[in-house]
């Protein structure tokens, strides 16, 4: 873990798990069936701005809820970009990094269980939320002191732009999106 930060530069784009990552893992379920889900609004805030900034971000996960897409695409992320229904993730994020023609080692992949490992080890810089399974742990170079659906998202995306002088902030353009 102890060149993380020194990494943060090469990377061009973000691709993110959504249940323990943007969310704390709990999925409530409706009578109806829906599963509602809580996410951080500081999260998606830095997602806005790595969009606004024109980093690539995706969304790979194995959720089909049509909640997932609807809250991606308010904070900007384009629709190709979110991988619903992904059971395995790696062709998934295959198809991301050839669409932007990014490298595997250009994007930074966030993920909390053990679907997302082989994502993960096949990244540029692999991280994970504070309360990932430890299997995920052992793999990742960044644990970050964040749980997820708490500000684990922000912090990577944070940290990343800051490295590489991009976090600002333009009222004008954040509200044109």
Not at 7 to 33: P, Q, R, S
Not at 45 to 65: D, E
Not at 120 to 139: F, H, M, Q, R
Request: charged share 25%; aromatic share 10%.
């Amino acid at each position: 873990m102890s060149n993380f930060k020194s990494n943060l530069h090469k990377i061009k784009a973000f691709a993110f798990d959504v249940d323990g990552v943007f969310t704390d893992g709990l999925v409530l379920a409706t009578e109806t069936g829906d599963l509602l889900r809580s996410h951080n609004a500081k999260d998606g805030f830095a997602v806005r701005i790595a969009v606004l900034k024109n980093y690539p971000v995706a969304i790979i996960t194995g959720g089909s809820s049509q909640s997932i897409k609807k809250r991606f695409l308010q904070v900007g992320i384009r629709e190709e970009d979110i991988y619903l229904r992904s059971l395995n993730k790696m062709p998934d994020f295959n198809d991301f990094c050839t669409r932007y023609g990014l490298k595997h080692d250009e994007v930074l992949y966030m993920g909390d269980d053990i679907p997302d490992i082989e994502v993960l080890k096949s990244c540029g810089i692999a991280t994970c939320p504070g309360d990932a399974v430890n299997e995920v742990k052992e793999v990742c170079h960044y644990i970050s002191l964040y749980p997820g659906g708490k500000g684990s998202v922000r912090d990577v995306i944070e940290q990343t732009l800051k490295v590489q002088n991009k976090w600002s902030f333009d009222q004008e353009i954040y509200s044109g999106l």
